[in-house]
């Protein structure tokens, strides 16, 4: 396996000029919350995220499709299922000006994996047993066990972001300046107020970024952050309530949306009864109007989602492609009866009230109301339902999952039967085969098949009940160009965006 960006590299230049595509400018863009530190490596915050991506680089990236591309490695070689090979760009420079090499890789993965340094991307280098550097652009990752596909998409976050060794052995403290590779750096940060960066004139990427400057202006409140993009205070806003968008004429601005990667559902105890019967979990699925949730509860602004979401297009079957995924009481009915159960069943579901999960629940109660299924819904303090479901305390639950546009990090976990968040009592041989076969596959053709054939097993045993994803909103004025929202809310295209003015 072996990828290389020189093409897609000149291709994008190509196009950006071709098609009109501007250098220069100025952006502001409002968002709702401001980074908790500037250290790559120990952020958890999501505004540290949003900031620190556009500043800091890993060995792989994304593109607008989600896909895993080369980062700051120019290619990557999986010789046999427990080793990665990195070969590493030779005209990169941090901020600094200091050469990119070998040596900060292993400083930065050997930072990372200090105890001592607490960093949350440790965990995903447990079965990493060496690193090493044969060369100064070249670094070897060897596993423990054959998880390669799994581990790659963890070189693209930002928790694993390369830093400078030579700043980090300086003595400065990284939460508060930076030194990174990225397209842009650090200018100016207003705690409170905005973070302002400037464009890297010696970003290895050539004609990127398009913007001169890309201040981020912290306002908390939905209602500032729109009436500031009303004003024109700003050229561009994230919002967070659906309803908003009404406050913003198609004439007048521009509206992206994209599904998020996290995903609503309604859990299920597989071992609790009624639900150890795989017909009773299929006619729950048929007794949900899935689509009548998105409109009800997200005012149309959310994606009925599969196994997989649906804007992986690598990877996912589309809902349509389940019949499941239709609504059909009369056919949830017949279902319950076959399963012993024609005038239906109560039970409850265990929720917390966040992400309008209680209005989900409301909205499921009526519609399996009229199979005859009473569903009571139980909206405990969180910390009460995490306890619950951590001791799988329930009948059913309604949550927001994390998602990923990785397949064994999405299901291995969840599915496998002693996976570590399988609170689901589901135990299935076929699963579990299907994903040791997907952990260890190397051929990409094979793996989308290997996944295809699980997400079909997976509707088809219904575990749990997949229902929607949210979409990220992002509003703009006319003269900005080029954006592409990411379903990971990435907003690492900021790099190719540009203003028409």
């Given at each position: 396996m072996k990828k290389s960006?020189?093409?897609?590299?000149?291709?994008?230049v190509f196009f950006s000029f071709c098609f009109g595509a501007r250098a220069g400018g100025d952006l502001k863009f409002a968002v709702q919350v401001e980074p908790a530190g500037f250290d790559p490596n120990l952020a958890?915050?999501?505004?540290?995220?949003?900031?620190?991506?556009?500043?800091?680089?890993?060995?792989?990236?994304?593109?607008?499709?989600?896909?895993?591309?080369?980062?700051?490695?120019?290619s990557f070689e999986v010789p046999e299922p427990t080793k990665i090979v990195f070969h590493l760009r030779k005209n990169v420079l941090f901020h600094d000006g200091t050469p990119f090499t070998a040596e900060d890789v292993l400083y930065t993965f050997k930072r990372i994996q200090d105890p001592a340094f607490a960093s949350p991307a440790a965990s995903y280098y447990t079965e990493v047993s060496s690193i090493t550097a044969p060369d100064p652009y070249t670094v070897v990752f060897t596993l423990k066990v054959p998880m390669v596909n799994s581990l790659l998409l963890n070189f693209a976050g930002v928790n694993s972001a390369i830093v400078c060794k030579k700043t980090v052995e300086s003595g400065v403290n990284m939460q508060l300046q930076t030194n990174g590779t990225g397209p842009f750096k650090l200018k100016e940060y207003a705690a409170g107020n905005y973070i302002a960066l400037q464009k890297n004139e010696r970003y290895y990427v050539?004609?990127?970024?398009?913007?001169?400057?890309?201040?981020?202006?912290?306002i908390p409140e939905e209602i500032s952050r729109s009436s500031a993009l009303r004003n024109a205070d700003v050229q561009m806003a994230q919002i967070m309530e659906p309803l908003s968008l009404n406050t913003f004429p198609a004439q007048r601005f521009v509206t992206y949306r994209v599904s998020t990667l996290p995903y609503l559902l309604l859990g299920i105890n597989n071992a609790a009864k009624p639900f150890d019967n795989v017909l009773v979990r299929r006619a729950l699925s048929y007794a949900i109007?899935?689509?009548?949730?998105?409109?009800?509860?997200?005012?149309?602004e959310g994606t009925?989602?599969?196994?997989?979401?649906?804007?992986?297009?690598?990877?996912?079957?589309?809902?349509?492609?389940?019949?499941?995924?239709?609504?059909?009481?009369e056919k949830a009915k017949a279902l319950l009866k076959e399963a012993g159960y024609p005038n239906g069943f109560s039970f409850e579901a265990v929720t917390y009230a966040q992400y309008s999960l209680d209005k989900i629940g409301e909205a499921i109660q009526a519609q399996l109301a009229l199979v005859g299924i009473q569903m009571k819904v139980d909206v405990a303090e969180f910390g009460i339902f995490v306890k619950r479901w951590r001791e799988i305390d329930f009948q059913t639950f309604l949550s927001l999952n994390g998602g990923s546009t990785e397949p064994d990090i999405q299901f291995y976990r969840t599915f496998k039967s002693d996976g570590a968040t399988n609170k689901f009592n589901f135990k299935n041989a076929k699963v579990d085969e299907l994903l040791e076969k997907g952990r260890q596959a190397l051929d990409l053709e094979e793996r989308v098949e290997i996944y295809r054939a699980l997400q079909r097993l997976l509707v088809e045993e219904n575990p749990f009940l997949f229902l929607y994803s949210p979409n990220n909103l992002?509003?703009?004025?006319?003269?900005?160009?080029?954006?592409?929202?990411?379903s990971n809310q990435s907003l690492i295209m900021l790099k190719k965006t540009w203003l028409d003015k």
């Open positions: 960006l020189l093409f897609l590299l000149v291709l994008t958890t915050a999501f505004g540290s995220h949003r900031l620190l991506e556009h500043v800091y680089e890993g060995l792989l990236s994304f593109n607008e499709n989600m896909d895993i591309v080369p980062g700051l490695a120019e050539p004609g990127l970024p398009l913007l001169d400057s890309l201040t981020f202006v912290v109007n899935r689509e009548e949730l998105v409109e009800m509860v997200a005012f149309g009925v989602t599969g196994p997989l979401n649906p804007s992986l297009k690598t990877w996912a079957l589309l809902p349509e492609a389940f019949d499941e995924y239709s609504y059909n009481p992002y509003v703009s004025l006319p003269e900005v160009k080029g954006f592409v929202p990411m």
